[in-house]
């Protein structure tokens, strides 16, 4: 789960259209789903994936079925097999606010051999990507920047004045209605679910509403149904950026190389803390010139995201010593703008406000928040003083009853986690698993947010939904995987 906001800162193939009889809730009862070819593009367009798409109608308010309709985009991946077996794999996506379309494509290949033999079913959740999703123009223009408390309030009320939308109806607990009436729709017996980050969140709560319905569920980087993300975050972050102080230490070449990166981090730390600095480059996209103010929140920002994943990790010692003892940020900041790029075309700001204001925020007064403990970490109180503020204005929408209560199954469940995870820790997965009580539990060790792409990862996922077991799941090959070795320069790490 990103939760990063603004400045503080994812049936085999047809010739014909695919017919299914719709539910009363749908445009028009009876009438058929029209699926059309199409393609899917990864995000900044990078990548893409032919699939097969269309539009299914839904009420915005479920009690209101005569209201306002929104439309869901849904794209099926046919399976590569002549045959398809009768239950598809269906990928939820993280943020909260990516659209799933984007995001699986970026990691598709995690999941090539699951899509030999079943159809990918996708679909974008309601208030993201092209499924009425609810953006907040004057909010992605803060982006890059540190608003007053007045500024922040003011693009969050403007927002809301101009969505044309209610902002109540864009949580989890509808979501898993959606994808339960499109599963029916389309006629699967059953889904194998993957859930990534917040994507956790949705298939815990799917399985707890439709349990009948999910053959498989696969949790990467979990979160508890009974956990409010905003008040770990901080700590989780410090103790990842901890980590990579460690490693470097251990590391021989590393050391050697860069000196103290607790000393070099401090020492920046304390610099922009005190006077951002101004810097002009190139713009990572455009490649247009532009100045930028390089402050210590958009720092924080940028070395919270960096340490997402082992590729961008492997450059932190490199751009600190370069900001530090080199006197070069420029790098460094650059990686930050790229990073409010990503951010700003990725998430749909307004979905993630939904969620977040009514499934975490209003819980906080439950949570034993440490205050004196987030104040020794680099983050700090910020982004969950960002959090409170945002959802002082912020409505809080429709949440079923026991939302926040552990899940509990005896289904065949794969949890995974990476031991570096900046925001949901192995001991998330821990804790959702003390009410589930077939699972296993693979931890990649100094890997990041996100294990399904990473090393054997992929063959023991297909494994697993072929069988819908976990018998014969060997995790001893997650040994074998190394995290990427320091860069000790930009042509790479030292052979």
Not at 47 to 52: D, G, I, K, P
Not at 186 to 197: D, F, I, P, R, T
Not at 223 to 242: F, H, K, M, R, T
Not at 319 to 347: D, F, K, R
Request: some cysteine.
């Amino acid at each position: 789960m990103l939760n990063v906001y603004l400045s503080l800162l994812a049936a085999a193939a047809l010739c014909a259209p695919v017919l299914a009889n719709q539910d009363q809730n749908s445009q028009t009862a009876g009438a058929p789903l029209l699926l059309e070819n199409c393609e899917l593009p990864g995000s900044g367009g990078y990548a893409a994936l032919e699939a097969r798409c269309g539009r299914v109608a839904v009420p915005e308010n479920p009690a209101e079925p005569a209201g306002r309709m929104i439309e869901l985009f849904v794209a099926i991946i046919p399976a590569q097999s002549r045959k398809a077996a009768p239950d598809a794999f269906t990928f939820l996506a993280g943020g909260p606010g990516q659209a799933a379309t984007t995001a699986f494509v970026d990691i598709a290949r995690a999941f090539k051999a699951i899509g030999q033999d079943r159809d990918v079913l996708l679909v974008d959740q309601r208030g993201t990507g092209k499924s009425a999703a609810l953006e907040c123009a004057d909010e992605e223009n803060l982006m890059g920047v540190t608003p007053s408390d007045e500024q922040l309030l003011a693009s969050i009320s403007s927002c809301l004045e101009a969505l044309q939308a209610d902002p109540l109806y864009y949580t989890t607990s509808i979501a898993v209605d959606d994808l339960e009436h499109v599963r029916k729709l389309l006629g699967y017996a059953q889904l194998n679910v993957y859930g990534g980050s917040y994507g956790t969140r949705v298939g815990l709560h799917y399985l707890r509403k439709y349990p009948d319905s999910v053959r498989t569920l696969i949790l990467d980087g979990v979160v508890p149904a009974d956990i409010s993300l905003g008040p770990g975050i901080a700590i989780a972050a410090q103790q990842a950026l901890d980590r990579v102080f460690r490693r470097c230490e251990s590391d021989e070449t590393c050391q050697a190389t860069f000196g103290d990166l607790r000393k070099q981090f401090a020492a920046l730390q304390t610099g922009l803390r005190e006077a951002p600095i101004q810097i002009s480059l190139a713009h990572p996209v455009s490649g247009r010139p532009r100045e930028i103010s390089f402050d210590y929140k958009r720092f924080a920002v940028a070395i919270r995201l960096l340490s997402y994943a082992p590729e961008s990790v492997a450059l932190m010692p490199l751009l600190l010593y370069q900001a530090v003892s080199e006197n070069y940020p420029g790098p460094l900041a650059a990686q930050a703008v790229m990073i409010e790029e990503t951010l700003s075309q990725a998430l749909s700001f307004g979905m993630h406000n939904s969620v977040v204001c009514t499934e975490d925020a209003p819980f906080y007064a439950d949570e034993q928040i440490d205050r004196q403990l987030l104040k020794t970490t680099y983050l700090g109180e910020s982004q969950l003083s960002l959090l409170e503020k945002i959802c002082s204005i912020w409505p809080a929408g429709v949440i079923d009853t026991g939302f926040k209560t552990p899940v509990v199954s005896a289904l065949p469940i794969l949890l995974l986690s990476g031991s570096a995870d900046p925001v949901t820790p192995p001991a998330y997965a821990e804790r959702a698993a003390r009410t589930l009580s077939n699972h296993a539990h693979l931890v990649g060790q100094d890997m990041g947010h996100i294990l399904a792409p990473v090393g054997c990862v992929p063959r023991l996922m297909d494994i697993y939904v072929r069988q819908a077991s976990l018998d014969g799941i060997d995790a001893s090959c997650l040994e074998n995987i190394r995290p990427e070795p320091f860069f000790t320069s930009f042509n790479g790490p030292e052979p």
